[in-house]
């Protein structure tokens, strides 16, 4: 069974940095699309960062280029997206994501993964 959980979010001043780590069960990320998504509230849901499994390059939201970064450890099974210099607008529940199929990273920005994990909400304060 397809299991991802998304933890460490918290609140954290304008400027500040935070990790978030997802980990997985029921499949190895290496064979899979990964993705970071988030939603604040009142607004759709956007993608954060995706790999595709089509390109292994990550592909990064504009608004956030240059400070988040996402990785994979596949030893531990878990996806971790680095977040440096936040920013209030950055306020959001963040969700972990994953996907079986070859879909290129402008598909998934667009309609998002089959996978869904349970997400975890990061507060930036002005």
């Known amino acids: 069974e397809v299991q991802l959980q998304a933890s460490g979010g918290g609140l954290v001043q304008a400027g500040g940095s935070l990790r978030l780590s997802c980990a997985v069960s029921?499949?190895?990320?290496?064979?899979?699309?990964i993705g970071w998504y988030r939603q604040a509230p009142g607004k759709e849901r956007e993608a954060v960062s995706v790999i595709s499994r089509s390109d292994g390059s990550a592909r990064y939201a504009d608004s956030v280029k240059g400070r988040f970064a996402i990785s994979a450890d596949n030893a531990k099974n878990t996806v971790y997206l680095q977040m440096n210099s936040l920013k209030p607008e950055d306020t959001a529940v963040y969700y972990c994501?994953?996907?079986?199929?070859?879909?290129?990273?402008?598909?998934?920005?667009?309609?998002?993964?089959?996978?869904w994990g349970k997400g975890t909400l990061v507060t930036v304060s002005s």
């Open positions: 029921g499949f190895t990320v290496d064979g899979y699309a």
């Open positions: 994501a994953a996907d079986q199929r070859y879909f290129s990273g402008s598909y998934y920005f667009t309609y998002g993964m089959d996978f």
